[in-house]
């Protein structure tokens, strides 16, 4: 699981909790770093903070666009308020700042069960 988010006062707190899951989470405060460590490392979840700060231009949104080879990258957005006309990456989940650190749980949960194939 991947956490991108540039707040560390954010970010820390979400990377704490889910290590407390047992999740193999690994974090990033950039577009750049987030970009380098989904090449890299192709998690299953990422928490995706959306700001200009995380799409470094707009290199992470074409990386979602294009559908890059993590396909089976689930990704839960994460906004400090939503515009009714801004346009989020291709999400799986949306979560408005503040946020319980439950309610992301819940979210993860969801999508990793989602992914998992039906018997």
Do not use: H
């Not at 994460?78 to 346009?87: T, Y």
């Amino acid at each position: 699981m991947l956490v991108a988010d540039s707040y560390e006062a954010a970010r820390r707190p979400c990377v704490r909790f889910l290590d407390r899951f047992n999740f193999d989470v690994r974090e990033a405060k950039n577009g750049e770093e987030a970009l380098a460590q989904l090449t890299a490392e192709q998690p299953r979840v990422l928490l995706l903070e959306w700001t200009p700060a995380m799409t470094s231009g707009v290199r992470l949104r074409d990386w979602f666009q294009r559908g890059n080879p993590a396909s089976a990258l689930r990704v839960i957005a994460v906004a400090g308020s939503l515009a009714p006309d801004e346009e989020l990456p291709a999400a799986d989940a949306l979560l408005i700042k503040p946020f319980s650190l439950d309610a992301m749980l819940g979210e993860i949960r969801r999508l990793l069960r989602d992914m998992e194939p039906a018997i």
